[in-house]
């Protein structure tokens, strides 16, 4: 692969694929643990739903405040002091006395994650855009799913040592080696002091509609996937019956599968079909289709009373194409953006939490059998994301002249 088509050197990909992950890997660790934490803190499911939310919104802020920050300091700087707020939070949320506590510091956690999701973009868009920065993305969303597969596995496994509390702290191991690899591996993409000057392809008369139009297509898209998410340890465990263990295990095998397509639809980009070329936008109105389709037969499996494994294949379809709908998205509206890459990743990212903390609080209104509300969340969130995409799509990207 030449230069230009390989813009960051295999070991820079990881880090990348690495830093971006840490949201899930606080969140996904600790879902299957969620319904003990509950018990032990004497909290309602609401308010552990809330621990949810308020990471969201701590991801939120993070990227609001490191994103602008970075386009004047450089990344690597803004990034390390992202990852030592997240660090610290993590042992605090590991010895929470009580919910209260959890919840105050799954603030802090999340702005300290939410650092590692909005540079983790403005890397990639400082050096390439177009088709390559919609591979790198997708590319690192299809890894990035790993996480949340993985994550419960892992955290099932830590419960069988110890309390809830171990998650957390098995999480604080896994940063401080996320903090040596940025220090050893991670280049430098932005100088200090550079200003509003934008990556790759300039920004020149690009107006604020498509940006915009995109981004809330993206936000959508990423609602109607933590519907699933924050809904899943009571849809799984409470409604249908399965262990933390086997919760787990389904959720797994539903992320790889998630994270296979979002891999091989990569190699995809820029190939020639019948229908044409698969640019990214091709490729975001086609898993934007099928996230509405999917979305449209969760809704008939919940009216029709179906049973449990025609729910499994329900839940698993309606998620395989959201790795590429996302990459392709976050690509395509970087790319629109008027804005130097850290102020234009900090509002996709700030936008995209908003939409997905408005979920938990939804979705614990069904209490412990959140099919119904899930179900509906699902094709309202996914029907506004192709809307807008369509949306951004047709508007036109330059002022004329």
Known sequence: MSTASRPFSLTAIAVLIVISGLAPLATATYLPAMPLAQAELLASPVAMQLTLTTFILGTALGQLVTGPISDRTGRKSALLAGLALYLISTVAVALSPTITWLIWWRVAQGAGAG?????????????????????????????GVVAPAVAPLFGVMVLQLGSWRWIFGSVVVISLLVVLAVVFWLPETRQRGVGRTAG???REGRTWGPFLALTAANAFAFAAMYSLISGGPYLYQAQFGFSAESYAALNGVISLGMAAVTFFGTRAFGRSTRFGVLTPKRVALLSLSALLAGGLIVAAVHTLDAPVPVWLIA????????????????????????????????????????????????????????????????????????????VGAAAPRERSR
Do not use: C, N, W
């Open 315 to 390: 839940l698993a379809l309606v998620t395989l194409p959201v790795g590429l709908a996302s990459g392709s998205l976050m690509a395509l509206a970087m790319d629109a953006s008027p804005l130097a890459p850290g102020s234009a990743s900090a509002i996709i990212g700030v936008v995209q939490a908003v939409f997905g903390a408005a979920m938990p609080p939804l979705i614990g209104l069904g209490g412990e059998a959140p099919s119904g509300v899930i179900a509906v969340s699902l094709v309202v969130a996914s029907g506004l994301a192709l809307g807008m995409y369509l």
């Open 115 to 143: 650092a590692g999701m909005v540079l983790a973009r403005a890397v990639v868009a400082d050096r390439v855009h177009g088709t390559a920065a919609a591979k790198l993305m997708s590319l690192m969303m299809a890894v």
């Open 200 to 202: 790759p392809g300039g």
